[in-house]
């Protein structure tokens, strides 16, 4: 029964616990590609995916040397000659760790364009590959090469151990990545309709949020930072309530009002509960200023009116129109406002109006 040297075992340990942290696909073939040579000594390492029948491609390289265009094209268009991918396209149940050595006499091999062309001038022609399933082409293998040296009995079968592992973190990084991805598509489903999320944690901090709500939260909440995960203060102030409520199984007859914050236009807050991820669904609103509460300001209808559709960010010729006034006339009201109000910008004459209306729904 074969054995590996105790001075390999610890080595081989180290690589497999660490496989297992990877959560991206290309964060599995970046470490594959940066970890292996230094486990089993090569020249260089490959990740790759082929399609023999279109000649079409995708390689990981470290060192990257070997991937110009021209050794791209060569491989394309030579890849069939290749022992390793003749053997995967035609077995049933092609070996899962093997050295080119093995498949083929090292004579015939050392006849094939591929070889002359590519390999041996790169320095490649001695291989330990592996068999990677790929979804995307027929074939797919990770490769370690060297320069005339074979690898040896011991390092073929240290990696045939580590090649369950290999397969499996390279799974696992498969499906995390389509997961990111799916998540991905969601957040961007669910921005298009204008909507934000934010996923909170147990202790009401931001685990996750759209870029969306994170804009929303940066501009109805000043002086927040932009990579800040805490909820402004007052929002979450809010949230830890009802989160305390909720832990406590407290009877909550009714679902929580809304967190709404008040400018030019309207953030609403809507806190979803649940026991194990809370969520925060946003959404924006434009607010319509009603002019009657706009007389306590000490203005006359007409005036109330016209501050009304200024606040709203209208220009004097659109607040004519809309009033069927000229907008000589309607200066003329803005100027009555502004001395009435004590203000001389428009922007402050509308935070009067919004603060009118934020009292009169209190």
């Known amino acids: 029964m074969r054995r590996l040297s105790q001075r390999s075992i610890a080595p081989l340990l180290e690589f497999i616990r660490n496989l297992y942290v990877l959560r991206e696909r290309e964060a599995f073939i970046s470490h594959l590609l940066i970890s292996l040579p230094k486990f089993i000594p090569a020249d260089v390492a490959s990740f790759n995916e082929a399609d023999p029948m279109t000649h079409r491609s995708r390689t990981w390289m470290n060192p990257t040397d070997p991937l110009t265009p021209e050794n791209i094209r060569t491989w394309n268009s030579l890849m069939h000659e290749h022992p390793y991918v003749a053997h995967q396209t035609r ?47 027929p074939v797919g293998g990770a490769g370690l090469y060297r320069h005339r040296r074979d690898f040896s009995e011991e390092e073929h079968f240290a990696v045939g151990l580590l090649h369950p592992h290999l397969l499996q973190a390279h799974e696992n990084a498969e499906r995390m990545t389509r997961v990111f991805d799916d998540l991905a598509a969601l957040e961007r489903g669910v921005e298009e309709l204008q909507r934000g999320v934010v996923c909170l944690t147990l202790e009401g901090a931001v685990r996750r949020a759209t870029v969306l709500a994170r804009t929303w939260l940066r501009t109805y909440f000043p002086g927040r930072s932009a990579g800040s995960e805490r909820l402004p203060d007052a929002l979450h102030r809010w949230v830890a309530e009802h989160l305390r409520r909720l832990n406590a199984a407290e009877d909550i ?18 806190l979803v ?28 209808r007409r005036e109330a009116e016209v501050l009304a559709w200024v606040a709203q960010g209208k220009t004097n010729p659109e607040v004519a129109l809309i009033l069927g006034l000229s907008a000589r006339t309607v200066q003329t009201y803005v100027d009555r406002i502004f001395r009435k109000l004590g203000v001389e910008t428009r922007t402050a004459a509308a935070a009067a109006a919004f603060a009118v209306m934020t009292q009169s729904q209190r």
């Not at 007859?253 to 809507?270: D, N, Y």
Request: hydrophobic residues 45%.
């Open 91 to 137: 077995s049933a149940r092609p070996r899962p760790v093997v050295r080119v050595s093995e498949l083929t006499p090292g004579s015939e091999f050392a006849r094939t364009a591929i070889y002359n062309e590519l390999l041996y001038p790169l320095g490649l022609e001695k291989q330990l590959l592996m068999a990677f399933p790929s979804r995307r082409m």
């Open 253 to 270: 007859v009714s679902p929580a009002r809304a967190f709404i914050v008040e400018g030019k236009r309207r953030l609403v807050i809507r």
């Open 273 to 300: 509960l649940d026991q194990s991820a809370p969520l925060l669904l946003l959404h924006e609103e434009g607010i319509e200023l009603a002019p009657k509460p706009l007389q306590s300001l000490g203005l006359s």
